[in-house]
């Protein structure tokens, strides 16, 4: 079941979160972390200001939550026709089970629904293949690449730029 995180998800989403950073660190620019390091009243304040413009879906089942995907918008007029997706992490055992594909489906769908929205753009590190053919088989295309975006572990890693157009 995928469903919109809100506060009384707050100890699921901050255990994946952090879990995203620790099993992935290369695919996110923050630092990983341990869920004892999340600031609990700050992240419980964004979860309750979720709505249809800015959420977080979670992919359940059962009590447990398997995958997320962020979705932002932004409120300045100048940069309302396009939003984000960030963090998108599916845990490595579920992974090839379509859990990602739903979560994406589930986004792009919502987001087609946004009224003045006209595209959405992600960013994804060069060597996430799965990520990007995935992110391919919705349409996104890309449109830049940054060299030495970020470094772990001494190890340059390069940053694809994508985007996807609501249709008319």
Not at 54 to 77: A, S, V, W
Request: aromatic share 12%; net charge neutral; glycine share 8%.
């Amino acid at each position: 079941m995928i469903r919109a995180l809100g506060p009384e998800d707050l100890e699921a989403f901050i255990q994946i979160r952090s879990d995203s950073l620790c099993i992935s660190p290369e695919s996110f620019g923050s630092e990983p972390r341990t869920p004892e390091a999340f600031d609990r009243i700050a992240t419980r304040k964004d979860l309750e200001a979720k709505n249809e413009r800015n959420f977080i879906l979670g992919y359940f089942q059962g009590e447990k939550l398997k995958g997320i995907i962020g979705f932002i918008q932004p409120e300045r007029d100048k940069v309302r026709h396009r939003a984000f997706i960030w963090g998108v992490f599916v845990y490595p055992e579920y992974r090839g089970q379509g859990i990602g594909r739903a979560l994406m489906e589930s986004t792009l769908e919502r987001a087609k629904g946004i009224e003045g929205l006209v595209k959405v753009v992600l960013s994804v590190t060069y060597s996430a293949e799965a990520a990007k053919r995935l992110y391919e088989s919705f349409g996104f295309k890309t449109y830049g690449l940054e060299r030495d975006a970020m470094r772990w572990n001494g190890k340059a890693l390069d940053e694809l730029f994508m985007e996807w157009y609501k249709p008319e």
